[in-house]
Antibody, heavy 119, light 107 residues
Framework: EVQLLESGGGLVQPGGSLRLSCPASGFSFKNYAMSWVRQPPGKGLEWVSAISAGGNLYYRDSVKGRFTISRDIPKSTLYLQMNSLRAEDTAMYYC?????????????WGRGILVTVSS | EVVMTQSPATLSVSPGERATLSCTASQSVKTNLAWYQQNPGQAPRLLLFDASTRATGVPARFTGSGSGTEFTLTISSLQSEDFAVYSCQQYNNWPLTFGGGTKVEIK
C-alpha cells in the first residue's frame, strides 16, 4: 500500500523558513516523479514543485529562488525547504506521487500538512 | 501557463440524477488531463487520468471525455458519497495547473 505522510508544517513569521518532509512507503521511491501541491484556505489546488525520477527539478514562478525540492532516495523521503515565506504561502501542503518516472497525473496523495505564515 | 477553467462553480443535483461538469483549457493539452475528487478536510483522490481512464477502484458511474481544450466529467447517478468538490488538472505543460473546482452539492 502506497503511503505518504507529510510533516514539518506549522506557524511561522513572514520571512521565516520551514522544511517539509514526506516519507514514502509501499513503492519504489527512486522510480517515480514526486511533487508538492498546496491549497490555500478555501481555495483551489496549486502545484508548487516537482522532481522527476531522474532528478530534474521544477518550480512554479512564485516560489522560484525561495523553495527547494529535494529527496533522499535511501530514506525514501521527499523534502521541501521553504525560505523567505510570505503570507500568500499559507496553505495545506500535500506531497503527491506522479504516475510515471517523468510525469503523469498525481495518483497518490498524502494527508497534507498546514503551513501558516503570519505575524 | 495553461489556464484551466471549470464550470459551473457549484452544481446542485438530487441523488440519483446525472451530473455533468466541464473543464476548459486555454490551449490544447491533448488528453493529458486528470480529474480529482476532494471531500472537506481530506486530500484529493484521483478519479480519471488521460481524460477518460478510470483510476483503480473508481466506480463505472464516473466517465470522462474530451481532448484538446474541452473536457467533461459525467457522474451518471449521484450517490451520497459523490457530493464533493471536483478539480481538473493538466499535465501536458509546465507549470502543472488545476481548475478552480466544481462543488457538487445536494439539491
Amino acid at each position: 500500500e502506497v503511503q505518504l505522510l507529510e510533516s514539518g508544517g506549522g506557524l511561522v513569521q513572514p520571512g521565516g523558513s520551514l522544511r517539509l518532509s514526506c516519507p514514502a512507503s509501499g513503492f519504489s521511491f527512486k522510480n517515480y516523479a514526486m511533487s508538492w501541491v498546496r491549497q490555500p484556505p478555501g481555495k483551489g489546488l496549486e502545484w508548487v514543485s516537482a522532481i522527476s525520477a531522474g532528478g530534474n527539478l521544477y518550480y512554479r514562478d512564485s516560489v522560484k529562488g525561495r523553495f527547494t525540492i529535494s529527496r533522499d532516495i535511501p530514506k525514501s523521503t521527499l523534502y521541501l525547504q521553504m525560505n523567505s515565506l510570505r503570507a500568500e504561502d499559507t496553505a495545506m501542503y500535500y506531497c503527491a506521487r506522479r504516475a510515471h518516472d517523468d510525469g503523469g497525473c498525481f495518483d497518490y496523495w498524502g494527508r497534507g500538512i498546514l503551513v501558516t505564515v503570519s505575524s | 501557463e495553461v489556464v484551466m477553467t471549470q464550470s459551473p462553480a457549484t452544481l446542485s443535483v438530487s441523488p440519483g440524477e446525472r451530473a455533468t461538469l466541464s473543464c476548459t483549457a486555454s490551449q490544447s493539452v491533448k488528453t493529458n488531463l486528470a480529474w480529482y475528487q476532494q471531500n472537506p478536510g481530506q486530500a484529493p483522490r484521483l478519479l480519471l487520468f488521460d481524460a477518460s481512464t478510470r483510476a483503480t477502484g473508481v466506480p463505472a458511474r464516473f466517465t470522462g471525455s474530451g481532448s484538446g481544450t474541452e473536457f467533461t466529467l459525467t457522474i451518471s447517478s449521484l450517490q451520497s458519497e459523490d457530493f464533493a468538490v471536483y478539480s481538473c488538472q493538466q499535465y501536458n505543460n509546465w507549470p502543472l495547473t488545476f481548475g478552480g473546482g466544481t462543488k457538487v452539492e445536494i439539491k
